[in-house]
């Protein structure tokens, strides 16, 4: 598994899914601009001591990123996938990409991918959850489908 943050603009957030992916031994992969500067303190502080066993990729655009891994599938979580999260068959190869906390993932991506875009079931009229909790959640659901590899 691959988690992507499509340009993450809070600190906490993103240091709080790069300690999930250290302790999950899950690559992060950090799309363009960010919003905040990767010292940040706040950054930092969310991954504490976790950095050291993270395997981080920075890019500047998605396309980019997209581009390198061009055999693996990806799929987009967003409030408008018809597909639920769950009814998906991850496998160890597949990337999870994730939209910036305050506009989701662009149009242009998820209607270049429209059948690889899934969604969390959540109630109508509330925006959504929080991007770290989401990581996790999905995270976990894939690598439980795979007996949790490598983790005790």
């Known amino acids: 598994m691959q988690i992507v943050l499509h340009e993450p603009e809070i600190p906490p957030n993103t240091g709080n899914i790069a300690r999930t992916c250290a302790v999950t031994g899950t690559p ?3 799309v363009g601009p960010l919003g905040f500067s990767i010292s940040d303190r706040h950054l930092k502080r969310a991954g504490l001591d976790y950095w050291q066993y993270l395997q ?3 890019w500047d655009c998605f396309e980019e990123l997209r581009q390198a891994f061009p ?3 990806f ?3 967003t409030t408008k ?3 639920r999260y769950d009814s998906v068959s991850y496998k160890e190869t597949d990337f999870l990409v994730f ?9 242009r991506i998820l209607e270049a991918y429209p059948e690889y875009c899934l969604r969390i079931p959540m109630l109508t009229g509330i925006r959504s ?8 959640l999905v995270l976990y659901e ?5 007996g949790f590899p490598g983790l005790v």
């Open 99 to 107: 939209g910036s906390e305050t506009r989701g993932l662009p149009d």
């Open 75 to 77: 799929f987009f979580f």
């Open 56 to 58: 981080v990729s920075y």
């Open 142 to 146: 894939a690598l439980r489908q795979q």
């Open 28 to 30: 992060l992969h950090l």
């Open 81 to 83: 996938g018809k597909i």
């Open 71 to 73: 055999e693996h599938r």
């Open 129 to 136: 959850l929080n991007l770290s909790n989401s990581v996790a």
